[in-house]
């Protein structure tokens, strides 16, 4: 008896804390149908039914032959041949997600000329330009964006009059007060930053999908983007972990990152008296001209018993954290997530960056000698609000404009656009002249606030 009201009260404990945004619209375009239920039992509304989609001028189009294994949301899709919107009553201002769903399968009734390419944009940033789709490829585009108005438009503008956008599904969410602290979306010079996710790396571990998140996440394994050279071979290995993973109040929790994530890592590990001299090293491909948003993921479940696990963290090849102690950081409690995140500056990279762990002068024999759970890496919107080149929001309408006065309008517009490239490439010839190779707020682990509850990030600019 006393057992089922323990497990009944942890059942409504966990009721409790599950997370449900206060915005959450799931919408299913080119169908009417109230109600669409994808591969992840989640329901879609119609945009034929749903008051979000303010254009008239547009074409629901539905496959004719779909692939059973795609989830229902890809069996349709609304294809504009205009600018077009959907706009979304926002209830809490703040950082909200965006993820956008598209999937090119043989579009009828549109003409042989006619192209997919397009731009999106959402209150004022640019989230895709010149943006084309792969047939039968699906993809799916996630954006963190700070709306700070009543409402979140997302506009989709084809290219030129001979080419159509178009959007199979798409997912606006209020994001957790922990998932991204007001401070990093107006971080830089009082910039406002959106955010596009450009990995999500289950370190050790198999894909994690969106049934498995509790924001309906994709997390992908690290296979890939892991570089291991013959000498490490032997005290490298993955581990997965079968007990309970501790989130604790002020930490991470598990809208920041999943039980499914945690409990799998790599781990470097000592095979006798000695400690390995390697580094477990990935390196993850980027675009240059953007600032980078690096989240490491950390979680103790390799160890025995705490403070056995000391070891150094270095990106791009500078030492960010050295002789880090995970114990210490999650109340010496063992299986406890925690999450470090790092700025790093266009300058301050070529065409990678590269994420190494490895073991400090604090490391012990016999034990673990470094680990990693998971990585995120977002691209930072530059300073004309872009996350896709340099081109602002009011230039992506000029080609699909006609008329003389809309015309002048645009070409001042694009005069404005201008200049602030001309000021953002004499602002980074400056910060790059001036900028040390790397600086880390606060200046050292130690100096984090320990007192009310452990950090569930530290930010360091690298």
Not at 2 to 21: E, V
Not at 256 to 275: C, H, K, Q, T
Not at 280 to 290: H, I, S
Not at 367 to 387: A, F, P, Q
């Amino acid at each position: 008896m006393h057992t089922q009201i323990i497990l009944l009260l942890l059942s409504l404990a966990l009721s409790i804390a599950a997370f449900s945004p206060a915005d959450h619209y799931l919408i299913d375009s080119g169908t009417a149908a109230s109600t669409v239920v994808d591969l992840d039992h989640r329901k879609f509304t119609g945009d034929g039914s749903s008051s979000t989609l303010s254009s008239t001028k547009s074409l629901a189009l539905k496959e004719s032959n779909p692939d059973p294994n795609l989830s229902p949301i890809y069996h349709t899709a609304r294809v504009f041949t205009k600018p077009s919107d959907y706009k979304f009553k926002i209830n809490q201002k703040g950082s909200i997600l965006v993820r956008l769903h598209f999937y090119n399968f043989d579009f009828k009734n549109i003409g042989t000329t006619c192209h997919d390419q397009f731009h999106v944009s959402a209150n004022g940033y640019v989230l895709l330009h010149n943006f084309s789709v792969p047939k039968r490829n699906p993809r799916i585009k996630d954006f963190v964006i700070l709306v700070d108005d009543e409402e979140l438009v997302i506009r989709f503008i084809p290219v030129d009059k001979t080419s159509f956008a178009f959007v199979n599904a798409i997912e606006v969410i209020s994001a957790p007060n922990d998932l991204f602290p007001i401070e990093y979306v107006s971080s830089d010079h009082n910039t406002k930053h959106a955010y596009e996710t450009v990995y999500r790396i289950s370190v050790g571990g198999v894909k994690v999908t969106p049934f498995n998140d509790s924001l309906w996440r994709n997390w992908v394994p690290d296979d890939e983007f892991l570089k291991l050279d013959d000498g490490s071979m032997k005290s490298v290995r993955k581990l997965h972990f079968d007990g309970r993973i501790n989130y604790q109040l002020g930490g991470a929790s598990r809208e920041v990152g999943p039980d499914n994530m945690y409990n799998s890592a790599r781990l470097i590990s000592s095979l006798n008296e000695s400690i390995p001299r390697v580094n477990l090293t990935w390196v993850f491909p980027v675009n240059k001209g953007f600032s980078y948003l690096v989240r490491l993921h950390f979680c103790d479940i390799a160890s025995i018993s705490i403070g056995m696990i000391f070891f150094n963290v270095y990106l791009n090849g500078n030492l960010v954290y050295e002789n880090l102690d995970l114990s210490s950081l999650t109340r010496y409690m063992l299986a406890s997530p925690f999450y470090a995140d790092f700025v790093v500056d266009p300058e301050k990279f070529t065409d990678a960056i590269r994420v190494d762990i490895g073991p400090s002068k604090m490391s012990m024999p016999r034990s673990v000698d470094g680990i990693l759970n998971g990585v995120e890496i977002w691209k930072m919107s530059n300073t004309m609000g872009s996350l896709d080149g340099e081109v602002c929001v009011g230039q992506l309408e000029s080609k699909n404009q006609s008329g003389g006065q809309m015309s002048r309008l645009l070409s001042l517009t694009a005069a404005v656009c201008l200049l602030a490239i001309a000021f953002l490439v004499m602002r980074r010839k400056t910060e790059a002249k001036n900028s040390a190779g790397w600086s880390r707020v606060p200046a050292d682990v130690s100096e984090i606030d320990l007192k009310s509850s452990y950090p569930k990030s530290a930010v360091v600019n690298v």
